[in-house]
């Protein structure tokens, strides 16, 4: 294999893994407007979308375990919202994140103990492990277009829903001002429970989609959930197209490194990212002025 | 000082020091010595504990990464001890530095003679690459706000976690086994042997016990008071001149010291150290301690970090241990973000008063009846013989 | 010479222009009252003085040394206390370690001192301890002072806030509307607890929208309109001054000279 088509290689096997922790990204962003709340159990909604959908693929078809995962997911986003977030009002931002963080762990234990700690993956949508399609030299799974699609037409109807939808623009509305938004009538509420719902959903769907190329286990969701935060603030916290960009450079970024790195060094890249954009650029690269710093409140 | 406050000062550590002696008496007479061990293990982490309550409690800064600095601490003096010299050969600088004790000699579990750095320059190597790393994360980190700055250390943290697994050097996996016990004084030796369980704890104790009335008095005193201020009003404090960036710093280097002094005693003493200390479910571990004890509460920390982890090490938890430290968070944070023990220590007191306990000291001035409130947030204020004063 | 020196002051936000190009000086001894009608720039103006926020361009001089490189922290050393508008006070702390906070700058004790109790440690603490209550006894709140700062009544945590500034020994102390929230008696003893402040020698710069207080007190008024200074001098020459009447004052202005309690109502331009 020629250099170059090696380096495609690592470059598409970049922008898949990047194209999950874009929609993990998203997820962020979207409860991060709607709620203020960076929601680090976001990671294990990616995990349980798969591992739900390993379980339902056993009795039925499999779009229709995916899409059963999906909505099992959803509604568990919502039920999470309305649970622990509803009610604290009085809470400071930092406090409901620790309260993510404990959520986010006693999900993994949960899905440990429903499940066990085998990994297990959904079947490949089209063909199976050795299929390849040939791409400018380079052979790539027909997952990895899966995934590409299905990631990159979700970010499109999300786009769409959040400009042409009334919910949607009710949505944006509840991100940028939450007062008027009330005044105007809408369900402040309803609103965040939704974010939480469609974050949810969105990496549930993402889940499934990686699950043939990356396997699906319970310990999965929190590298993914803080990878995703390196790319949503990598793009800027609060832009939901940036978050799509920061979620296929940190893949990218962490694609180089394998090439370069010793595999058990393959993480930590994303991670050091995460460190430099806070250290050196709170606000990401397209995101508002000040932000993360002293001088704030 | 009057007596009273002498006494109410000197209760606490009377009372730990008794009901620690109280609970090796009874293990001893139970035959239950061996939970010693976990005991022991469960105070080494509570020094962890009460570092970071003195940074998230009192200062007001969230870490989630405590436990690279607690592994950092462990893994230096277990390579620094375990690691082979002998390669310098018998010559040149060798002998000298054995003279110092600086070099040790000594045989390994196998009956190889190995030559390795001693235990107390390991340790003083432990304590200069924990206050070097905290300062140079804390640096950059604590000028972040909030949730970036969680996340900051929580990225830390994990790196130091995934970089420990990958390193060979460090045992991968597996961590580091064979860690040599470690001589302190004659007849005070750090190590996991059955006849030396009491002193160990003993020894546990007495650093916990000197690490709670340290904190206890930088708490009560100038340096307490800014970083209480910085925690509830950053701005109000810098205006006030109140260097905080300095202050934030001081404070988390003081809290990695001792994770990593713990890390240290707690690698002599269990023989060994692994990777996982360092991971995210560990470092969340310990704020959820810190919530537990009651955030800004040195002596509840200390308390409910040893009582839980000691639990924890007993396999009380059994296979659900990370889940209920998760759900501990949640509902600790959730119901009681001032901490749990904070409405039953007011009880507690109001209990007092009413048999008869007099208010404590710092709060009496001028006797008036709004005194007597101390530091309950009381819904209201009586003022007694000021005309012209309403209660707005 | 002037003890504070405001020169070419220049602070917007996106669009909006804060300050315009401010000068003025504040003489050592004197009471300045800054007025103008509410976005004026006035609180913004302290915030730019005290190194919350750093001007986009101009200087600030304090006892001829500029202010330009120092932070918040080392311009509150350098002799500047400043109130805030909203009283700031540490809520779960007593009143009496609200106002020890203030001693910190003029106290010693870093952390080994304070946690290994170094000999004089104690008697460092007796001395910030005896401190603060004179200052709190100067604001009388001394009854108070076991209390949780957050459970005090607005009023009370002015004063209270006043006092742990002036327990910082400032040279200007900068208060950002002190008698918003109070009611006339304790607007009464605010006015008479700043002039014995000023007589202590401690130069006062402040905002305020009281009109009877302002002109009663103040020996110098500055008023800002949309960042700029449209009219500066003592108070009789100010409350004449026709564009002042037009922007702020209203036309009802011979009532405040009277010092009666203020009619004047403010008047958005």
Same mark, same amino acid.
């Given at each position: 294999m020629t250099g170059a088509s090696l380096a495609l290689q690592y470059l598409l096997s970049g922008v898949t893994k990047g194209s999950v922790y874009a929609a993990v990204a998203i997820g962020f962003n979207l409860i991060y407007s709607a709620t203020g709340v960076l929601n680090l159990a976001q990671g294990e909604f990616v995990m349980l979308g798969g591992m739900v959908a390993v379980?339902?693929?056993?009795?039925?078809?499999?779009?229709?375990?995916?899409?059963?995962?999906?909505?099992?997911?959803?509604?568990?986003?919502?039920?999470?919202?309305?649970?622990?977030? *509803?009610?604290? *009002? *009085?809470?400071?931002? /930092?406090?409901?994140?620790?309260?993510?963080?404990?959520?986010?762990?006693?999900?993994?234990?949960?899905?440990?103990?429903?499940?066990?700690?085998?990994?297990?993956?959904?079947?490949?949508?089209?063909?199976?492990?050795?299929?390849?399609?040939?791409?400018?030299?380079?052979?790539?799974?027909?997952?990895?277009?899966?995934? /590409?699609?299905?990631?990159?037409?979700?970010?499109?109807?999300?786009?769409?829903?959040?400009?042409?939808?009334?919910?949607?623009?009710a949505m944006r509305a509840c991100s940028s001002n939450p007062e008027a938004a009330m005044l105007a009538g809408i369900n402040l509420r309803n609103m965040r429970t939704l974010s939480f719902g469609l974050s949810a959903a969105l990496g549930a769907l993402a889940?499934?989609?990686?699950?043939?190329?990356?396997?699906?286990?319970?310990?999965?969701?929190?590298?993914?959930?803080?990878?995703?935060?390196?790319?949503?603030?990598?793009?800027?916290?609060?832009?939901?197209?940036a978050a799509v960009l920061g979620g296929l450079l940190v893949g990218v970024v962490e694609a180089a490194s394998v090439s370069r790195l010793p595999a058990a060094y393959n993480d930590v890249a994303a991670f050091v990212i995460l460190l430099l954009v806070l250290f050196v650029r709170p606000r990401g690269l397209f995101g508002p002025r000040q932000c993360g710093t002293v001088g704030e409140g | 000082m009057p007596r009273m406050n002498r006494i109410r000062c000197a209760l606490p550590a009377a009372l730990f020091a008794l009901a620690a002696t109280g609970v090796q008496l009874a293990m001893r007479a139970t035959g239950t010595d061996y939970c010693l061990t976990q005991?022991?293990?469960?105070? &080494?982490?509570?020094?962890?504990?009460?570092?970071?309550?003195?940074?998230?409690? %009192?200062?007001?800064?969230?870490?989630?990464?405590?436990?690279?600095?607690?592994?950092?601490?462990? &893994?230096?003096?277990?390579?620094?001890?375990?690691?082979?010299?002998?390669? !310098?050969?018998? @010559?040149?600088?060798?002998?000298?530095?054995?003279?110092?004790?600086? !070099?040790?000699?000594?045989?390994?579990? %196998? @009956?190889?003679?190995?030559?390795?750095?001693?235990p107390w320059a390991a340790f003083l190597a432990a304590m200069l690459l924990g206050a070097a790393v905290a300062c140079l994360i804390g640096y950059p980190a604590l000028r972040l706000r909030g949730h970036y700055l969680a996340l900051a250390t929580l990225a830390f943290g994990v790196i130091v976690n995934k970089l420990l697994l990958a390193s060979s050097l460090a045992g991968a996996a597996d961590g580091i086994n064979g860690v040599p016990e470690w001589r302190l004084l004659a007849g005070l030796t750090v190590c996991g042997k059955g006849p030396a369980r009491a002193s160990n704890y003993y020894l546990a104790c007495g650093l916990v016990l000197l690490t709670l009335l340290a904190l206890?008095?930088?708490?009560?005193?100038?340096?307490?008071?800014?970083?209480?201020?910085?925690?509830?009003?950053?701005?109000?404090?810098?205006?006030?001149?109140?260097?905080?960036?300095? %202050?934030k710093?001081?404070?988390?280097?003081?809290?990695?010291?001792?994770?990593?002094?713990? @890390?240290?005693?707690?690698?002599? %003493?269990?023989?060994?150290i692994g990777p996982s200390e360092a991971g995210a479910l560990k470092s969340v571990r310990y704020v959820a301690l810190v919530a537990a004890g009651g955030l800004a509460n040195l002596w509840g920390v200390a308390l409910m970090s040893t009582a839980l982890n000691y639990a924890s090490l007993r396999g009380w938890f059994g296979t659900y241990d990370n889940a209920v430290f998760g759900a501990l968070l949640i509902l600790l944070v959730s119901l009681a973000p001032q901490g749990p023990l904070t409405p039953l220590g007011g009880w507690l007191r109001r209990l007092a008063r009413r048999a008869g306990w007099k208010p404590q000291p710092r709060a009496r001035l001028a006797g008036t009846a709004a005194a007597q409130s101390g530091a309950d947030p009381a819904p209201h204020l009586r003022i007694e013989g000021r005309p012209g004063h309403g209660a707005a | 010479m002037a003890l504070l020196e405001v020169a070419n002051l220049r602070r917007s936000f996106g669009g909006l222009v804060a300050l315009q190009d401010l000068s003025f000086a504040v +003489?050592?001894?004197?009471?300045?009252?800054?007025?103008?009608?509410?976005?004026?720039?006035?609180?913004?103006?302290?915030?730019?003085?005290?190194?919350?926020?750093?001007? +986009?361009?101009?200087?600030?001089?304090?006892?001829?040394?500029?202010?330009?490189?120092? +932070?918040?922290?080392?311009?509150a050393r350098a002799g500047l206390a400043r109130t805030f508008q909203t009283p700031s006070l540490f809520p779960r702390l007593s009143v009496l370690e609200n106002v020890m906070i203030g001693r910190h700058a003029r106290a010693r004790g870093e952390f080994a001192a304070c946690a290994l109790r170094w000999p004089g440690q104690a008697r460092e603490e007796r001395r910030i301890r005896q401190a603060a209550l004179a200052q709190l006894e100067y604001v009388g709140l001394a009854g108070l002072a076991g209390c949780a700062a957050g459970a005090l009544a607005f009023g009370q945590r002015r004063m209270a806030e006043l006092g742990r500034a002036l327990a910082t020994e400032p040279e200007l102390l900068l208060l950002d509307e002190p008698a918003s929230g109070l009611n006339t008696k304790e607007k009464e003893e605010l006015g008479e607890l700043l002039g014995r402040i000023r007589r202590g020698g401690i130069t006062i710069l402040l905002v305020e929208h009281d009109m009877s207080l302002v002109m009663g007190l103040s020996d110098e008024i500055l008023v800002l309109h949309n960042g700029v200074s449209i009219a500066e001098g003592p108070p009789a020459l100010v409350q004449n001054d026709p564009k002042v009447i037009g922007v702020y004052l209203g036309g009802e202005s011979p009532h405040v000279a009277s010092g009666k309690e203020s009619q004047v109502r403010l008047r958005e331009p």
């Open positions: 379980s339902l693929a056993h009795y039925v078809a499999l779009p229709v375990a995916v899409t059963g995962a999906v909505v099992i997911v959803a509604l568990l986003g919502c039920l999470l919202e309305i649970l622990f977030f *509803r009610g604290l *009002r *009085r809470h400071s931002v /930092l406090h409901l994140i620790i309260i993510t963080i404990g959520l986010s762990i006693v999900m993994q234990e949960a899905a440990l103990h429903l499940w066990d700690e085998k990994v297990r993956s959904l079947p490949y949508f089209t063909g199976n492990e050795v299929s390849s399609l040939h791409f400018l030299g380079a052979a790539i799974s027909p997952q990895v277009v899966w995934v /590409l699609g299905t990631v990159g037409a979700t970010v499109l109807a999300l786009q769409g829903f959040l400009q042409f939808t009334l919910p949607g623009r889940g499934c989609v990686i699950s043939p190329i990356t396997m699906t286990h319970y310990e999965m969701g929190t590298p993914l959930a803080i990878k995703g935060f390196a790319a949503a603030i990598l793009g800027g916290l609060g832009n939901p197209m | 005991l022991t293990m469960a105070l &080494y982490y509570a020094l962890v504990a009460l570092g970071l309550c003195l940074v998230m409690g %009192y200062a007001g800064q969230v870490s989630l990464g405590h436990g690279a600095f607690f592994a950092l601490g462990g &893994y230096t003096s277990a390579i620094l001890t375990t690691h082979d010299l002998s390669w !310098l050969g018998p @010559g040149g600088a060798v002998p000298w530095l054995k003279a110092a004790g600086l !070099l040790a000699a000594r045989q390994d579990l %196998y @009956g190889n003679r190995l030559l390795t750095v001693s206890r008095n930088l708490v009560h005193s100038r340096v307490g008071r800014a970083l209480q201020a910085i925690r509830d009003g950053e701005t109000s404090a810098a205006a006030l001149g109140i260097d905080t960036a300095r %202050y710093l001081k404070a988390f280097v003081l809290s990695a010291l001792l994770a990593a002094m713990a @890390g240290v005693f707690f690698t002599h %003493y269990t023989g060994g | +003489d050592p001894g004197r009471i300045k009252a800054v007025i103008g009608p509410n976005g004026a720039g006035k609180t913004t103006l302290f915030n730019v003085i005290c190194g919350l926020l750093k001007p +986009d361009t101009g200087q600030v001089t304090f006892r001829g040394r500029s202010l330009a490189e120092l +932070d918040a922290c080392r311009i």
